[in-house]
């Protein structure tokens, strides 16, 4: 039952809501479901780096025969990830010596890799490493949590023109993205209905 486009705004934070999501798309059937996962996805997932909730629903779309979008610009995910653990810190939400130690720990596992080491493993290592480098970075040279967050601001939105342009050009049937973004969206997308399956 293809029906009406949906544009879902999930809030992707609990197994019940993945789990219903899940199910909308098996009673519906689509022929194509856009998530808010970046273009290279699958290259990411064969080093074992995934996100959870819209990596699930990627591999049980695919399960299910559907075809998936992938609707992020890589490099825009990559910076927005940077961005938003550096505001997390600003929040008091995380704090910057755990990001340090994560990275002390990183660099003494890889000091310590041999050629037996899983290299998805090493892969994974030296990506958050990066990652970490760069939030660390970020904090050193931007003090200010109300900069951060314009940076922030600012990355969402190229993301979600970027998702808007993959959805207006690919036309899934089912699309799933985060609430906030989807709430933004909706007024450009008038062929697809908006849903929240909770508040």
């Not at 098996?26 to 856009?34: A, D, F, I, N, W």
């Not at 990596?55 to 990559?78: C, F, M, Q, R, T």
């Amino acid at each position: 039952m293809k029906g009406q486009k949906l544009i879902i705004g999930a809030r992707h934070v609990d197994e019940k809501e993945l789990n219903d999501i899940n199910a909308l798309i098996l009673q519906r059937q689509p022929s194509k479901v856009g998530l808010e996962l970046p273009e290279d996805h699958l290259q990411r997932e064969e080093h074992k780096i995934g996100a959870y909730f819209f990596s699930d629903i990627n591999s049980y779309s695919a399960n299910l025969g559907i075809k998936v979008l992938y609707l992020e610009s890589p490099a825009a995910w990559d910076s927005h990830q940077v961005i938003d653990m550096a505001k997390a810190v600003r929040e008091g939400r995380l704090k910057e010596s755990g990001i340090q130690k994560e990275m002390g720990r990183i660099n003494n596992d890889l000091a310590n890799s041999s050629a037996y080491t899983a290299p998805e493993r090493l892969y994974q290592q030296i990506f958050f490493r990066e990652r970490y480098k760069k939030v660390l970075r970020v904090l050193a040279d931007i003090p200010a949590l109300e900069e951060i967050t314009r940076l922030w601001d600012a990355l969402n939105a190229e993301r979600e023109s970027h998702v808007l342009h993959r959805i207006c050009k690919e036309k899934p049937d089912i699309v799933v993205i985060g609430d906030a973004h989807a709430r933004k969206l909706k007024g450009s997308l008038p062929e697809y209905q908006y849903l929240r399956l909770y508040l």
